[in-house]
């Protein structure tokens, strides 16, 4: 089984068009979003509808919660709030409808998807995370994969815990806005073994895959659009 997940597209549709292609390329079985479809750029409703026409199950990222009640609240006080107001209602409606997660089976094997935690699309999950930690996740979902967005830094973390078996996080990076001084858009190729059980550190490979595309064309929007200015230079840098 070979499945690619995307996450934290954040607004940026040039990211997501090639992004899209070159999952296409990969032969992929099935294509899951873990959320934060907008914010930060102008083309939410173009991300949104792509989301839509691809039938990507997509869970709700702390970004898409955050534009819905600000459509509710009707409050769009600060340069930063445009990304959120641009949004169209039927798009906001779709936002409102998205999942806290996704739980799998693939091969035996149980994955739970979300955006930031298990336990809150704004708790950040980060590799260094203590081990302890990792295993009661695990242990409360009953999943044997974790598969997380929000922090916009990929990465693939095996843990064995006490049954010999193996537990898998994997972040999978941003597609719109990378943190991780690689401004190439990423996402995640997650292959699971025909027979995987768990008890093989195998049962689960990663890839990471970088996408180039537009960064220029993509932060002369910004910079001609009323979002804050310093969106256009942590794309460039992406921090």
Request: net charge negative.
């Amino acid at each position: 089984m070979k499945i690619a997940i995307i996450s934290d597209i954040h607004a940026n549709f040039p990211a997501l068009e090639e992004t899209l292609k070159s999952i296409q390329e990969n032969d992929v079985d099935v294509i899951y979003c873990l959320g934060d479809l907008v914010g930060y750029n102008i083309w939410p409703n173009a991300v949104i509808s792509e989301i839509k026409k691809h039938k990507i199950p997509t869970i709700a990222g702390n970004h898409d919660v955050k534009a819905v009640e600000l459509h509710k609240k009707k409050s769009f006080e600060t340069s930063s709030s445009i990304a959120y107001q641009m949004i169209a209602k039927e798009n906001v409606d779709f936002l409102e409808t998205l999942p806290a997660n996704i739980k799998l089976e693939f091969n035996n094997m149980n994955m739970i998807l979300v955006h930031g935690s298990p336990y809150s699309n704004t708790e950040y999950l980060h590799e260094d995370r203590e081990e302890r930690d990792i295993i009661n996740m695990h242990e409360d979902t009953k999943a044997n994969i974790i598969v997380c967005g929000h922090t916009h830094i990929p990465y693939h973390r095996v843990i064995k815990n006490q049954n010999n078996s193996f537990y898998h996080v994997i972040n999978a990076g941003s597609v719109g806005k990378p943190k991780d001084r690689n401004p190439k858009s990423c996402y995640a190729l997650i292959t699971i073994d025909k027979n995987a059980n768990g008890y093989d550190k195998d049962d689960v490979k990663v890839k990471f895959i970088r996408v180039k595309y537009d960064i220029q064309k993509v932060t002369e929007a910004i910079l001609n659009s009323d979002l804050p200015e310093v969106y256009a230079s942590m794309l460039k840098r992406a921090y």
